[in-house]
């Protein structure tokens, strides 16, 4: 009898010793997420983030495994964005919209970068400002694992505008289609245009049926990737990288166990790292693309670049600095201190 009793109390502490375990490490168990983009499967977004799903499971050792939904299958960017909020989903990329956060519209001021160079100041991990936007998306429950790198947005029209096309500072009769974001928004009103927001799906049907007359937001690579077809000017305003944002549920990233933790923050250094030292070599590749698909150029001269710098702060920082709020003073501050 007191052979069985200390069996029965050996397998009891066992267990206890199990459950505590699991309790104190419920990370050791591997995981796989799902990574949501709203770009086809074969696009360089596409063969970028599958490669990142990769690499994450090979630097934590087969622990977290993402499998790839693109395309949009888990929503377009705005759902997405709200649903790895949420926790439905556990990872994207894509970028912030005012739906979610009025103050995170501070990613985008037009003017906050004009080349690369600032481009990895402002944006690169660590910096004042990479630190102000990390902590506004996570007041959202999102971590930020890395900055993707994109050309600069430019306008994109189905004809040339009948005024000149280069000047920002007069009316323009043409409607063009923005982002539902605020800082896409109020530069395409300060250019002159009659605005209009769409989902980025329906862009190229609105282009083709003379719904809209133009766009303005994506870059030369995202312009030839969805709507090549049906545009034939391209002006590369180039205030404003079109930035993306790796973005990871932050009670899923919490979740994991330190060192996987640690792992995956080194993967996104290297990997948006890499994406600033080839910006300019990729956005020269697809503006190459962009001409010889027979799409015309428009390249500003230095004081036209200037013009539409000064008419897209002038009349957009005022209107964001009311809607972005109580915290847009710290976010210029930062990005000030970023660009030293």
């Known amino acids: 009898e007191v052979f069985v009793m200390f069996k029965r109390m050996l397998v009891i502490l066992l267990i206890a010793v199990a459950v505590a375990t699991i309790s104190v490490q419920p990370s050791l168990a591997a995981v796989t997420w799902k990574l ?4 086809p499967l074969d696009s360089d977004i596409g063969k970028d983030m599958q490669k990142l799903a990769e690499d994450i499971e090979r630097v934590t050792e087969g622990r977290v495994k993402v ?4 395309a949009g299958q888990l929503g377009n960017s705005e759902m997405a964005i709200e649903r790895t909020s949420l926790g439905t989903i556990d990872m994207m990329l894509g970028y912030p919209n005012s739906e979610l956060s009025n103050a995170l519209d501070i990613y985008a001021l037009p003017g906050l970068a004009i080349d690369y160079e600032q481009v990895a100041k402002v944006y690169g991990r660590g910096s004042p400002f990479a630190k102000h936007l990390d902590k506004l998306f996570a007041e959202q429950d999102l971590h930020v694992m890395a900055t993707y790198t994109m050309p600069f947005c430019g306008l994109w029209f189905s004809q040339l505008p009948q005024k000149d096309p280069k000047n920002p500072n007069i009316k323009h009769g043409e409607k063009i289609r923005v982002p539902g ?5 109020f530069p395409g009103e300060a250019f002159g245009y009659n605005v209009a927001s769409l989902p980025f799906s329906e862009v190229f049907t609105a282009l083709q049926t003379g719904v809209v007359d133009g766009v303005y937001g994506p870059s030369a690579e995202s312009a030839y990737t969805s709507f ?11 205030l404003q990288p079109d930035m993306f944002f790796v973005l990871i549920n932050k009670k899923a990233f ?3 166990q330190e060192k996987d933790r640690k792992a995956i923050t080194e993967l996104g250094l290297k990997f948006e790292q890499a994406g600033f030292k080839n910006g300019a070599k990729k956005a020269a590749m697809w503006d190459k693309r962009i001409s010889d698909y027979g799409i015309k150029i428009l390249t500003l001269s230095k004081e036209e670049s200037e013009a539409f710098k000064k008419r897209a702060i002038d009349y957009s920082w005022p209107k964001l600095e009311k809607s972005i709020g109580s915290t847009y003073d710290a976010g210029i501050a930062a990005w000030k201190e970023s660009l030293k």
Do not use: G
Request: aromatic residues 12%.
């Open 36 to 39: 949501s983009h709203h770009k």
């Open 67 to 70: 499998k790839v939904f693109p």
């Open 181 to 185: 974001i605020n800082c896409f928004r």
């Open 228 to 238: 090549r077809d049906v545009v034939k000017v391209y002006i590369p305003v180039n």
């Open 254 to 256: 919490e979740k994991l």
